[in-house]
């Protein structure tokens, strides 16, 4: 499904704590580009209607409807780290088929400079998935060749991430990909080149470690929580400082529409039937732990709470 236009973010990076562990986003672009049918094919009309004076003031563009979105990162500077959670889209990539990521010329690194870090400095990158606007700027155009952006940085994501893409990446088919029959169909699959040319750079540098998405820690109160659907493997970050949890959650969710109307999947999701149940613990999740939710899609201050209305959820952006 071709992306439009867009445009690159400009507002200034907004810092939180957990604990002891400050978050700072770091930016990238905001979406201007999806009608409500064309983000959440097969959605009721009236839904956006019923649920919009609840959403938040900036997320839904007055004039023509669309649903607003952004790509960016999560800086963590810890006791011990400095963190990247998901790399966002990246410079110089070719997508053609999503125009709007196509060869983007954006200040990245200048925001995370503005952050308090160099690329250098990051030494651990932790992702929710392996989807082309969360990886892209694990590598840089130098001289005609991707080479790893985070030099120092060890990439951490799940086995059956990388070697479901890099079966794709090989021309095999999501059927014989090796995608686990409790997900249901696919009814997509990643962009193309973004495995080639995002993700095993950093592989060959010997800069990846591979795991099994199963909730053990990996640095500092992090670890990884299952909750595929969106993508084959995809990842929900759990953060616990102090007493205090924070939730990365990464595509589970585009926009908050999906807090009030959890049966809506986006169109971006390989697989649908997954999608919903992680969708549903993950809002189960976030309510019962008080957690805050750092998203990876949403506008304004992209962090908010969940709480439990009754059999239903509500946002509220912090």
């Known amino acids: 499904m071709p992306i439009k236009t867009g445009q690159t973010m400009s507002r200034d990076s907004r810092t ?45 563009d ?73 990886v892209g700027w694990n590598t840089s155009l130098v001289d005609g060749r991707w080479v790893p952006t985070f030099r120092n940085a060890k990439h951490v994501f799940s086995k059956l991430e990388q070697s479901y893409n890099e079966k794709l990446a090989e021309g095999r088919k999501p059927a014989e990909a090796g995608a686990p029959a409790k997900l249901g169909a696919a009814v997509g699959q990643p962009f193309p080149g973004v495995f080639d040319d995002s993700v095993r750079p950093v592989i060959e540098a010997g800069l990846c470690q591979a795991i099994a998405i199963d909730g053990s820690e990996i640095a500092d109160g992090l670890s990884l929580l299952p909750s595929p659907g969106h993508s084959v493997d995809h990842a929900s970050i759990r953060l616990v400082s102090r007493g205090e949890e924070a939730l990365f959650s990464g595509d589970v969710m585009h926009h908050p529409l999906q807090v009030y109307e959890p049966g809506l999947n986006s169109c971006f999701c390989e697989f649908p039937e997954a999608a919903l149940r992680s969708r549903a613990w993950a809002l189960e999740h976030a309510a019962e732990h008080k957690a805050k939710v750092f998203t990876t899609h949403f506008v304004e201050s992209s962090v908010g709470s969940i709480e439990r209305k009754g059999d239903n959820f509500a946002w509220r952006f912090i």
Request: no cysteine; aromatic share 6%.
């Open 62 to 134: 007055a004039e023509n409807g669309n649903l607003i979105l952004s790509t960016h990162s999560w800086l963590l500077k810890t006791p011990h780290h400095a963190i990247l959670i998901d790399t966002a889209t990246g410079n110089d990539k070719a997508r053609p088929y999503a125009p709007i990521f196509d060869q983007l010329k954006v200040p990245y690194l200048d925001r995370l400079a503005a952050g308090g870090v160099q690329p250098d400095d990051i030494d651990l990158v932790v992702f929710t998935h392996l989807h082309a606007d969360h």
């Open 16 to 60: 939180y704590q957990v604990g002891d562990i400050t978050v700072t986003r770091i930016d990238e672009l905001t979406l201007n580009v999806f009608p409500l049918a064309m983000l959440y094919p097969g959605s009721d009309p009236a839904t956006l209607g019923r649920h919009k004076d609840k959403l938040g003031s900036g997320v839904v």
